[in-house]
């Protein structure tokens, strides 16, 4: 291996703007809508369900192919090969067949000669229904043991037993939300069809090589016959995971059919209505304590909503199942979770993919402990973390992995003191004793994250560099660019490998015909796995350039060093450029691949033990608000947030992930409220209905640090991931809300709330404790 100098470390680790900062907010990024149209570019619409669950008996589709501008119409037997587009279990059809499973489900494709008469026309289909009955609630699926797959079950110890003999005993049922992604670029797919049955398909979408195989199993044709490319998408946040594949899917279809390019981009309202969201969770707890807080037993029971597939929630349950032991070290638990099936949207991956569902709940359990126990929650949860790193009684999860790196107590501690939490804790209870309307609350949360995808084969990852003549560098990797800066990490970690600075790196777009059988750019691991393949790539050309270098400049190559632009050996400096077209005459190979995968990883399906992440990423925040309590009204005062980037590659990018994650993860727990009417239809499908944050709904005084750590696993420059867990962090939005509920019975009682905790459900709890 060739030396280093410290210099050219520069270039990672430092806070360089988003590669595609200036493009964004000059309107100059190109997403897949902005692509040029191909001459005798159409456009397709969907026909929608109007029912949550029946048999389609006949679909007249007449008026919808005379209506003006159609060029044609298909439907599910259209397709010359499979009509699937389920991830994991093929249980999801892109085109209704026979049976409609919910409000909103596609049943047929039109396409025109302009977006507008498609949509227009799709409105004009008549469909003969016989109505079936629906399943619209996770615990009416539950009674009926409805499930779009086999229950899962956790346990360690004996939680039953455990709880039996402890001092004191809580029980109850809660519930969290599901989330709309409402990413800003909606779904959408371009489809061009190519020479000799080739399809080349743009699509936003984290999962190209996924979107890949829908469309050659649709069209029946070899992958090697399809392209998908994603140059960036206006943010995915886990809705364009698998979710993409029906837009791909019907898109290559109309595509194929008519031997002309076509583009179907999805209308908020149908977007919202087609595509699934963040599973929401209901739970039936019991837990078990001592006098001073410690968990003694848990017993869990999960129901979450599917929907009307299996799609991902599989791994998504999983992973909330592992992560009810938040940072918090469960010494017998006993967890069922299942997957029920509704008639309603099939529920997808969303920034977090089950692990806020899971680790909330300990949170809730642990609000309630310090509430009856008269402590402060900051006390209680410290009590119950995972114990330091040589703590062998206290270090392994509940699944079987041991935690060698865990800092929330030092991390914590820090918070504490920066954030001022005790002086602030007295100085609110002072406000509410004299403040008989508005009142305040306070609460410190943290979080354990595990990262890599819990399903083992996923984490690899794949990258190809090429340095041309000039000394540029191209690179090209699996991952996808969806605002969170991964393609400024991977050009960062190229640029530091060969020394050049990062004007000299430029990466694609994401094309399968590049890097093959790629992930989805998913759980958080976009940069530790794509990251580590572009640096495996970069250090071949960097090795073949040392040992050229050395028998042109002196020196030996493990010697020589890359660094500023100039590389070094035996005592001469030359630009890199000049070596690279020195290279290039002695016909050294001037461009690479590179793959990784993850080490030691493992997991039993059945039993749930086993070794899922390859480490964890560790975080808290500190949030006060104010509640009206005769309106519900609520506002974010302050926020006071540490994470653990590890080493982080890039703290101005982390840092504004850290803040997305925690107003998302606000929006969640407090303002976005999805309704479906009693007939099954989400009645909350667009932004009039629908709230998130605004940059309004911010703190005015909003703290977010990186804590100074080093990842202990082996990860890209020792980085932590930060994509998905800082999505936990306004669990401390949501329990000081309820603090400052609870402060109308004199924290006697405790605040009925659920999540999300919209102003009426906040004015409920109010009412439901206040004497
Ligand atoms: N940040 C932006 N701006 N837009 C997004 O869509 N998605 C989140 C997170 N941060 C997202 C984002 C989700 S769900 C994941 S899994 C990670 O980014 C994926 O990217 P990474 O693995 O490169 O962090
Ligand atoms: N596991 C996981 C997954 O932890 N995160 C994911 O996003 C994911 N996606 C697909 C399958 N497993
Ligand atoms: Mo993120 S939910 O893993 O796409």
Redesign the pocket.
């Known amino acids: 291996m060739t030396k280093q100098n410290e210099t050219s470390w520069a270039e990672v680790g430092k806070s360089h703007p988003h590669e595609s900062a200036v493009l964004h907010v000059s309107g100059r990024a190109n997403y897949t809508d902005d692509m040029p149209e191909t001459q005798g570019t159409l456009h397709a619409a969907l026909g929608l369900s109007t029912q949550a669950h029946a048999l389609i008996r006949h679909m007249d589709l007449n008026a919808v192919r005379q209506a003006q501008g159609v060029i044609a119409v298909f439907t599910a037997r259209d397709f010359p090969g499979s009509n699937q587009c389920g991830p994991i279990i093929k249980d999801d059809p892109i085109l209704a067949d026979g049976v409609v499973e919910y409000v909103g489900q596609p049943l047929f494709a039109v396409v025109a000669r302009s977006h507008e008469l498609a949509r227009r026309a799709a409105r004009l289909a008549k469909i003969d229904y016989e109505t079936l009955p629906a399943i619209l609630h996770p615990r009416a699926a539950h009674e009926q043991q409805s499930y779009v797959l086999p229950p899962m079950s956790l346990t360690r110890g004996d939680a039953q037993h455990a709880i039996a003999n402890a001092p004191h005993r809580i029980s109850g049922e809660w519930q969290v939300g599901g989330q709309e ?1 409402f ?1 800003l670029e909606g779904q959408i797919a371009y489809a061009i069809p190519q020479e000799a049955d080739g399809m080349y398909v743009a699509c936003s979408t ?1 999962h190209p090589s996924e979107m890949q195989h829908v469309v050659a199993h649709a069209l029946a044709i070899p992958l090697h016959s399809v392209q998908v490319e994603c140059r960036r ?1 206006g ?7 698998s979710q993409s594949a029906l837009w791909a899917g019907v898109a290559a279809l109309c595509a194929f059919k008519l031997q002309r390019p076509v583009k179907l981009r999805a209308d908020r309202d149908d977007d919202m209505l087609v595509t699934g969201k963040r599973h929401e969770f209901h739970y039936d707890y019991e837990a078990g304590y001592n006098d001073e807080g410690l968990i003694l037993g848990v017993k869990v029971q999960m129901l979450s909503r599917a929907g009307f597939s299996a799609d991902l929630s599989g791994p998504v349950a999983t992973r909330a199942v592992c992560h009810l032991d938040n940072a918090y070290f469960l010494s017998d638990v006993d967890i069922r979770a299942m997957c029920c099936k509704t008639n309603t949207q099939s529920n997808t ?5 089950g692990g806020p569902q899971g680790a909330i709940l300990i949170e809730h359990i642990i609000d309630d402990i310090a509430r009856h126990l008269g402590k402060d929650a900051l006390d209680v949860r410290r009590l119950n973390f995972y114990g330091r790193n040589d703590d062998e009684g206290r270090n392994v999860t509940h699944y079987g992995q041991k935690v060698v790196d865990n800092v929330i107590h030092e991390l914590v501690a820090e918070l504490e003191q920066s954030s001022d939490y005790r002086a602030r804790r007295a100085a609110i209870a002072k406000f509410n004793a004299t403040s008989p309307v508005l009142k305040k609350g306070l609460a410190l949360t943290p979080h354990k994250f595990g990262i890599a995808f819990n399903v083992t084969h996923l984490n690899q990852a794949g990258a190809l560099v090429h340095v041309y003549l000039d000394g540029s560098v191209l690179v090209n990797h699996g ?8 393609n400024t ?1 991977v050009a960062q970690v190229v640029a530091h490998e060969l020394g050049v600075p990062l004007s000299a790196v430029r990466i694609t777009a994401t094309d399968t015909t590049k890097v093959a059988n790629t992930s ?11 990251g580590k393949a572009a640096q495996a790539a970069a250090r071949q050309i960097r090795d073949r350039l040392a040992t050229y270098a050395a028998t042109t400049l002196g020196g030996v190559a493990s010697e020589v060093s890359f660094s500023d632009g100039n590389i070094s050996s035996g005592g001469n400096t030359v630009l890199f450029s000049e070596l690279v077209q020195k290279a290039y005459l002695a016909r050294v190979q001037l461009w690479s691949d590179g793959f990784y995968a993850t080490p030691d990883l493992h997991w039993d399906g059945k039993s749930m033990k086993g070794n899922p992440f390859s480490y964890y990423a560790y975080g808290a925040a500190v949030s006060e608000v104010v509640v009206d309590t005769l309106t519900g009204e609520w506002k974010l005062l302050r926020a006071d947030v540490l994470y653990d980037a590890g080493n982080s590659l890039n703290p101005a990018i982390d840092k ?2 850290v803040e ?2 925690f107003i998302q993860g606000m929006g969640w727990l407090t303002t976005e409220e999805l309704v479906w009417n009693a007939s099954g239809k989400l009645t909350t499908h667009a932004p009039s209905t629908y709230k998130i944050p605004a940059i309004s709904d911010c703190p005015e005084d909003f703290r977010v640090s990186l804590f100074k750590n080093k990842n202990v696993a082996d990860s890209i420059h020792r980085s932590k ?4 867990p800082p ?1 936990l962090l306004p669990f401390s939005v949501f329990f000081a809300i309820r603090d400052a509920i609870a402060s109308v019975a004199d924290h006697q009682r405790h605040p009925p709330l659920p999540a999300p905790a919209t102003s009426e459900a906040i004015l409920r709890a109010v009412n439901a404790i206040r004497d």
Do not use: H, P
């Not at 943010?235 to 995971?241: L, N, P, R, V, Y």
């Not at 989805?520 to 794509?530: F, P, R």
């Not at 991931?721 to 998905?724: D, K, L, T, Y």
């Open positions: 992604q990413y984290q998408m943010g995915g946040f886990g809705g364009k995971e991956a969303f920034r977090g993919f991952g996808t660019e969806m605002g969170q800066g991964l990490k989805a750019t998913a759980a958080s691991t976009g940069t530790d796995l794509n504004g992930q997305g994650a991931a930060v994509g998905e999505l």
